[in-house]
């Protein structure tokens, strides 16, 4: 980014003809040139020059000017008591901020007041909750590579959630950045950005911090053997480069800590300083993809988790949404990423089945944890800011008011059945000794300022008593000094006053100033009155502000020393948090399970097992059916036996829709959720591919084709006989027949090669016989009914091919023009009426292309072209010599491009 005074070249030439203030502003542009700097200048945080002209563009606020000896230059400013907002604002435009207070008193400074960067905000290293989304996590990921290996780290900076992985693969990790959406990317100096997606911010850091043995230092300032913690060298390096950025950003965030410039946080950083360190990282969760049922973004989008496909969807069009009855932020997120990441050990799943069977059959004890879950406050973010240092005295209050409903959820688990909840039990440590210390120390009702007085108990600090005492002793002498002079003076109008500038004073008015004895000294004059003070006055008045300050003093000095003793305690907090997380997200399930009729899915073994069975009877579509006045219910049978269904029906008719429902079903059943359906028995999935839908990218320089291309190539390379495949319309973004060829193609692959259990859905009718020639396909279809020219969609699924598509019907009851239809309508009678016996030119096409795979060095016919003349021998050879099973589907159809050129010729 350019300085805020100009492009760098000029920089040099400008500072020295700048006033201090403006020179200490470019100083702190230069240092933190990746940023927008917001510089404290009274009670607003201002920007200069190009920055004035850039934040007021951004932000809608006035754009003025400032003139000095320099001249006249724009600035920009926002009010300090509201700059989160303003904040919020820049950072989503993808800027990085760098807040630069004011580190000295004004009226203790005879030159310009110096300013400091007390914080950089950055999207993935947010931890202000204004900022923070509650229910949700937010990431800052770092990317190493060492030699083949990428590297993986993802940190929650607000809650200290800390994560590893790594892969031989750009793809995969690619596929990890999705599920966990990232808002901030820190990469290496050696690992390029193509794993991390375009709207979240790549940030550069300093190689030093991605040097192993700095990162393995690093590491073991929070981890003992971080070595035998991960797995490889990729990984340690992202790990300790992660931790160093997170500490570089925090940087001088304690109250009154005075700021540092960008190359001495790193520096701070690399020496290990001590006050750098986040203590509340704690732990550091290194976990194998391979763990989890796999989701991709593809299928992130496609299943509609966690975002709508719709521009204009409903928010809570999502399975996270229609999931999501959790009573905290704490239940919210840890249901959020057992959806990021489901489970394939059946155990594990079972464990999480029982929880919710036991729950949902309990209504009154789970109403009740409901309840008093509403009453848990975000522990793991408020021991995060705890650990800070930047917590209240409100937020320590919040601490207690959590703890204190502990003692009842643990009696609501004290006779649970199921191992799962009774470990939940035996993992609510109420922090007895957590509460009781806030109890006795804070007042209930605190200020949310901590250096001001009036947070610290009366009883829990003799010195604090004390001084108390002795200004509230201060005080009731003055209330009595009122009565007292008017007895002593005869001056019935006299009043003790006080004002912060002039302190406590006594105040005559001027009818009654002949009566004022010798002692009064004059502070102040009135327009009709006096102002006086009294030896005695003035030594109370002393007493009283020295009493409160030392006072104000003094509870500073406990509040941080309590604050300090609860950061002490972070692992038993962090522990709490994670079991009233867990026991939350089970109460959700259970809520959803019983509100919405659904039943606990049987889970089977895959030991000696080659395929997958999915066996669902009245299978429903989770978002759907909230989304829509009815919905019909239907059946799913698919088994090693029968694991390739191609799908037929009109548009509408609930194809697409189906095969997500399926999807859904497999996906919530391994979250440990019941399922929409009658029954559901499974095997678990290891990953689920979608091709699904149209896109293109016209930036990246692909058409809608080329990204199903591309989609399909990934199922095809990666896919086996434990993956679930959902196939939309494969083919359609080229010519019928090509399109025929390459679904054919790639569907005889899948069944043959890969193995996949897989849903096809087609408009492509002569599909529909890939069930005679392959041994593990079948045909379903959704049946409608024609009536004086409108269809019926009964959205029922049976066995079969449909009898057509309805396209026009369906264009008819989507309101396009009659003249239009009416000539469809003709054109459709004309083309059925020349369409051959056979099936049609497009069919005998791809009939012809499957003879060709099938035949032998016995000598066949010679192939038929379309205009029924021979295939010339030369271009019947290379048909022959394709091999088609090893071909992409782009390579495919290039070839095929090429040799109707060559027919063509």
């Known amino acids: 980014m350019d300085s805020a005074l100009g492009p760098p070249e000029q920089m040099a030439a400008k500072r020295d003809e700048l006033t201090p203030m403006m020179a200490q502003y ?29 934040t007021a563009r951004l932000l809608e606020i006035a754009l003025t000017s400032r003139e000095d000896s320099t001249g006249e230059y724009p600035m920009a400013g926002i009010p300090i008591d509201n700059a989160e907002s303003y904040i919020e604002d820049l950072l989503e435009a993808g800027y990085r901020v760098a807040v630069a207070d004011q580190v000295e008193e004004p009226g203790e400074t005879s030159g310009v007041v110096e300013r400091a960067v007390t914080r950089v905000i950055t999207p993935g290293t947010l931890t202000e909750d204004e900022l923070l989304t509650g229910d949700d996590n937010n990431f800052v990921a770092a990317v190493a590579r060492n030699g083949d290996r990428l590297g993986l780290a993802l940190l929650d900076v607000s809650t200290g959630d800390f994560y590893a992985t790594s892969a031989t693969s750009d793809e995969s990790i690619a596929d990890e950045v999705s599920r966990f959406d990232p808002s901030e990317a820190v990469v290496g100096p050696d690992a390029a950005a193509d794993p991390i997606p375009e709207e979240c911010m790549v940030t550069p850091f300093d190689a030093r911090a991605f040097d192993r043995e700095r990162a393995t230092e690093k590491l073991t300032t929070y981890f003992r053997n971080p070595d035998a913690l991960l797995a490889d060298t990729a990984e340690i390096r992202a790990c300790g480069a992660l931790l160093a950025y997170a500490e570089y950003v925090r940087g001088g965030e304690h109250e009154g800590e005075r700021g540092e410039d960008a190359d001495e946080r790193v520096a701070a950083v690399f020496e290990g300083d001590d006050e750098q360190r986040l203590e509340y990282i704690t732990q550091l969760t290194r976990y194998d993809p391979r763990e989890y049922l796999l989701l991709d973004a593809v299928a992130l989008r496609s299943l509609e988790l966690f975002e709508p496909r719709a521009v204009h969807g409903r928010d809570d069009a999502t399975l996270v949404g229609v999931l999501d009855e959790t009573a905290s932020a704490l239940g919210g997120r840890k249901l959020r990423d057992w959806i990021r990441r489901p489970l394939l050990e059946p155990a594990r799943i079972e464990a ?23 009453e848990v406050y975000d522990l793991e973010r408020l021991i995060g800011r705890i650990s800070r240092e930047r917590a209240n005295a409100r937020d320590l209050r919040s601490l207690r008011d959590t703890l204190a409903v502990v003692p009842d959820i643990r009696e609501q688990l004290a006779d649970a059945d199921c191992e799962r909840l009774r470990d939940l039990h035996g993992n609510l440590d109420p922090l007895a000794d957590v509460r009781e210390l806030i109890e006795d120390a804070v007042v209930e009702e605190p200020p949310i300022e901590i250096t001001e007085g009036g947070i610290i108990a009366e009883g829990y600090d003799e010195d604090l008593d004390a001084l108390r005492g002795t200004a509230r002793d201060g005080e009731q002498w003055i209330e009595d000094l009122e009565d007292r002079e008017r007895e002593r003076t005869g001056i019935d109008s006299l009043k003790v006053g006080h004002n912060s500038v002039h302190g406590y004073y006594i105040e005559v008015t001027n009818p009654n100033l002949e009566s004022v004895p010798d002692n009064y000294q004059r502070r102040q004059t009135l327009k009709n009155s006096e102002r006086f003070v009294t030896p005695a006055l003035k030594e109370r008045e002393d007493e009283i502000v020295g009493a409160r300050q030392r006072a104000d003093e003094r509870e500073y000095d406990l509040f941080c020393e309590v604050r300090r003793e609860i950061a002490a305690e972070v692992e038993r907090v962090q522990a709490l948090a994670d079991a009233l997380a867990t026991l939350d997200a089970l109460v959700s399930l259970s809520t959803v399970a019983a509100q919405y009729d659904y039943c606990r899915p049987e889970i089977l073994e895959r030991e000696g097992r ?15 059916e909230r989304t829509q006045e009815s919905f019909v219910p239907n059946d799913a049978c698919l088994t090693t036996d029968r694991r390739l269904a191609v799908i037929t029906g009109p548009n509408m008719s609930g194809k697409s829709t189906y095969m997500r429902q399926v999807a859904q079903i497999v996906l919530l059943a391994q979250v440990g959720s019941f399922v929409p359906a009658r029954s559901a028995r499974l095997t678990p999935v290891d990953r689920i591919f979608t091709r699904v839908g149209a896109s293109d990218d016209i930036a990246g320089g692909r058409s809608t084709f080329m990204v199903e291309m ?57 599909l529909t016989e890939l069930a005679d020639d392959l041994a593990a396909a079948f045909t379903l279809h959704f049946e409608v009914d024609e009536a004086d020219g409108d269809v019926v969609f009964h959205h029922e699924i049976a066995p079969g091919a449909a009898s057509g598509s309805y396209g026009v019907e369906v264009a008819t009851a989507a309101g396009v023009p009659e003249p239009v239809v009416d000539r469809a309508r003709e054109l459709v009678a004309d083309a059925t009426e020349d369409e051959p016996e056979a099936g049609g030119e497009a069919e005998t096409r791809v009939r012809a292309r499957g003879e060709m795979a099938d035949e032998t060095d016995s000598g066949p016919a010679s192939p038929a072209t379309a205009d029924g003349g021979d295939v010339p021998a030369d271009v019947a050879a290379e048909l022959r010599a394709l091999d088609l099973a090893h071909l992409t589907p782009v390579e495919a159809l290039t070839e095929l491009d090429r040799l109707k050129r060559l027919l063509e010729a």
């Open 26 to 54: 470019h100083d702190l542009c230069a240092r933190y040139d990746d940023a927008i700097v917001l510089f404290q200048v009274g009670d607003f945080y201002e920007t200069f020059c190009g920055a004035a002209e850039r």
């Open 610 to 624: 080659d395929g997958l069975e999915i066996d669902v009877e009245g299978g429903r579509h989770a978002v759907v």
């Open 352 to 374: 999480r089945h029982d929880a919710v069977a036991e729950l949902t059959g309990a209504v009154q004890r789970r109403e009740r944890l409901h309840d008093r879950l509403r």
């Open 710 to 766: 591309d989609e399909l190539a990934t199922i095809l390379r990666e896919a086996d006989e434990h993956s679930l495949v959902l196939l939309d319309e494969v083919g359609r973004g080229t010519s019928t027949a090509d399109g025929m060829a390459i679904a054919r193609a790639i569907t005889e692959h899948i069944h043959d090669e890969v193995g996949a259990t897989t849903l096809f859905a087609t408009h492509h009718h002569p």
